[in-house]
């Protein structure tokens, strides 16, 4: 029975993985999310995981896997913590390479996307970009970025968001609250962040 399970998984895993390469080929980001599928319990998370253990220390380096949309933790070499993440949509990927934290803001409000609401606070549009029309009575409110980590000149922030575990933001990277605070409190400026 257990090589039955294991056979069965490396099937799915291969049809999801030929399924996402055609989607993600045809602009359409991934169609199936093997990583929820088969995530071994001990590494199942809702929010993630931080566990730093009495004298660990060392270089802080987050480690982003926009194929898997998890981010890893390591202080010192030693992965300490764990968060699944959304990473850019098609059209609005997020950078690969090697970056380092610039900035921090816990209260980052985004200067490009956000919403159009009027003088009560009431949304008139949900969805904006800046740059779009503004309806009459409307001004512009920028999205929230809480415990926001610039990574980028160009306004690429990790941040809490909403998390799908699927590509869905303009270019950022979305963590949960718990996840993006302990991030956030833990994370210098200058730290390395590498994303694949």
């Known amino acids: 029975m257990k090589y039955l399970c294991l056979i069965l998984t490396a099937l799915l895993t291969a049809a999801c993985t030929a399924q996402n390469k055609i989607a993600d ?81 816990i209260d980052h409000k985004s200067s490009s996307y956000g919403s159009i609401v ?20 409307g001004r512009y409110k920028g999205a929230e970025m809480n415990f926001g980590l610039q990574i980028t000149s160009g306004g690429i922030w990790m941040h809490e968001g909403i998390v799908t575990s699927a590509p869905e933001s303009h270019g950022c990277i979305r963590l949960p609250r718990k996840m993006a605070k302990i991030f956030f409190e833990n994370t210098p400026i200058g730290s390395k962040v590498i994303i694949q």
């Not at 088969?38 to 194929?67: C, K, L, M, N, Q």
């Not at 009027?118 to 029309?133: I, K, M």
Request: aromatic share 8%; hydrophobic share 35%.
């Open 25 to 105: 080929a045809m602009g359409m980001g991934y169609a199936f999310r093997p990583k929820k599928l088969f995530t071994p319990a001990r590494d199942a998370v809702s929010d993630g995981y931080w566990d730093v253990p009495e004298g660990v220390h060392g270089e802080h380096v987050i480690v982003v896997d926009t194929r898997l949309q998890q981010a890893k933790y390591y202080i010192g070499g030693r992965q300490v913590g764990l968060s699944d993440i959304s990473s850019g949509r098609a059209g609005h990927g997020t950078p690969q390479g090697t970056f380092s934290v610039i900035a921090k803001d």
């Open 118 to 137: 009027d003088a009560a606070g009431n949304t008139l549009v949900s969805e904006y970009t800046v740059g779009d029309p503004i309806p009459p009575g």
